[in-house]
């Protein structure tokens, strides 16, 4: 526990916030400019489900894909700090605060990951805790 992982830098475009908005979170702040730069944001912004999103594709790019990984069963204080911005660029840390062998099927792991995502100014954009499902080195090993 305690190990830091690094989840490397994701540059934001105009393009990709409008995709991302239009398939899945329409709201005019994040389709359209002039009514971002009226909106309490003052321009184009992600979405917070897609800061989420770009967070852990980081996630798998930098560990996830590494490891035994076997998907994630939820997070909990998922908090969007800081709205991210047309030409942002975000990264940050992983930082593992848990590890556990599950009691009712010993052949798993869950390691619970505590995210902290910032901008390109070091302020932060996501915080979050995640428990993902991993395969264990040693299965039979006693819980």
Do not use: Y
Not at 72 to 90: A, H, N, Q, S, Y
């Amino acid at each position: 526990m305690g190990e830091v992982i690094d989840l490397g830098r994701t540059a934001v475009s105009k393009d990709m916030i409008i995709t991302f908005a239009r398939e899945f979170d329409p709201f005019p702040f994040h389709l359209d400019e002039e009514a971002a730069k009226a909106s309490l944001l003052g321009g184009l912004a992600s979405s917070g489900w897609q800061t989420g999103a770009l967070s852990l594709r980081m996630l798998v790019d930098s560990f996830l894909s590494t490891i035994a990984s076997c998907g994630g069963l939820g997070f909990r204080d998922l908090k969007w700090k800081t709205p991210v911005m047309v030409g942002d660029t975000i990264g940050g840390k992983v930082t593992i605060a848990g590890l556990r062998r599950s009691e009712s099927h010993p052949q798993w792991g869950i390691v619970t990951l505590d995210f902290d995502v910032r901008n390109q100014k070091d302020k932060p954009v996501l915080t979050m805790r995640l428990a993902n499902l991993v395969e264990c080195r040693t299965p039979e090993a006693a819980a």
